[in-house]
């Protein structure tokens, strides 16, 4: 017998995979959690029955996460990852020596459990002695925190559910109090194929919370609706410009990457005439 995994986009698209066993299934308070051992794509992580991540192709989403927002910042020191409860964002911010403390704020423990018992090679930087591991919704902590961090990185899963306020005009003010000066926030911002409109009101919302500036990039993410994925960067003052920007990753784990690189940063902020026109539009 055959096991297929199958995803809906839209009421007619979708993702199929064929998969060798179910590794893990459980209820949590939050959420259905399951781990798929895939045939293409390694072991899979849903939440929800929704794709959060592959072995496979989860270089692409956590380095296209964390590495735009900080070379674009360039001294990032104090970070908070709202979401990101598999550790795939950690990993990354980790490979900067500017970093010293990294916040993580996930609202769901079982999700880090999980992804420390079955992802090994997102989560193993969880336990580092920079990372503090916060249980609580992200705007929760959001409000009682002022001025404090450089970077707040949005892992969060598509605006349905508990991360819908993480789409917010009021969490994206929460965000700008949150920030030192210069600080800037970097959010996943859903596929530009089936998404616009999600992406057009996050970057209003993000106006609206009254940053400088707000840059909308894109990346392919296979397993992810429509292949083909965007994240935003906001800056509090200022242009968050890509220009000239020098690498501030050490030289071996720049070498390390496998997908994110400096001609990737330029080339990743050129939108499509598509989004382009729908988002000049707006
Ligand atoms: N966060 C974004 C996942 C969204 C995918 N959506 C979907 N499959 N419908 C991923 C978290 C990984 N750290």
Redesign the pocket.
């Known amino acids: 017998m055959e096991l297929w995994f199958t ?1 809906k ?1 839209t009421t007619g698209a979708g993702l199929v995979l064929k998969c060798k066993k179910t590794v893990y299934s459980a209820q949590s308070p939050f959420q259905q959690i399951d781990v798929l051992e895939t045939e293409e794509f390694g072991r899979m992580l849903l939440l929800d029955g ?4 592959t072995e496979r192709d ?1 270089f692409i ?2 380095e296209m996460l964390v590495h735009p927002p900080m070379h674009i910042h360039g001294n990032a020191r104090n970070v908070l990852v709202v ?2 409860g ?1 550790g ?2 950690v990993r990354e911010l980790l490979r900067y020596p500017c970093i010293e403390h990294v916040t993580l704020c996930e609202i769901d423990k079982e999700v880090v459990e999980t992804a420390k018992r079955f992802f090994p090679t997102l989560s193993y930087k969880l336990e580092d002695p920079k990372v503090e591991i916060v249980y609580q919704d992200g705007s929760t902590l959001l409000k009682k925190s002022k001025n404090c961090f450089d970077l707040i990185v949005i ?4 605006p349905i559910g508990a991360a819908k306020t993480l789409f917010t005009r009021e969490f994206y003010s929460a965000c700008k109090k949150a920030l030192v000066n210069k600080g800037i926030v970097c959010a ?1 911002s ?1 596929s530009p194929i089936y998404h616009i409109e999600i992406i057009k009101d996050m970057i209003s919302n993000i106006k609206a919370a009254q940053f400088d500036s707000v840059r909308p990039y894109t990346a392919p993410i296979p397993t ?2 429509g292949g083909f994925w965007s994240w935003m960067v906001a800056c509090i003052s200022g242009h968050c410009s890509d220009n000239e920007i020098p690498s501030t990753l050490p030289a071996d784990q720049y070498a390390k990457l496998k997908y994110f690189n400096l001609d990737i940063l330029k080339a990743a902020f050129c939108l499509p005439n598509f989004l382009k026109r729908a988002l000049d539009k707006s």
């Open positions: 995803e986009h929704l794709v959060m991540t989860e989403y956590h979401g990101g598999d795939g964002a892992d969060s899963t598509d996943q859903e992810y609706p």
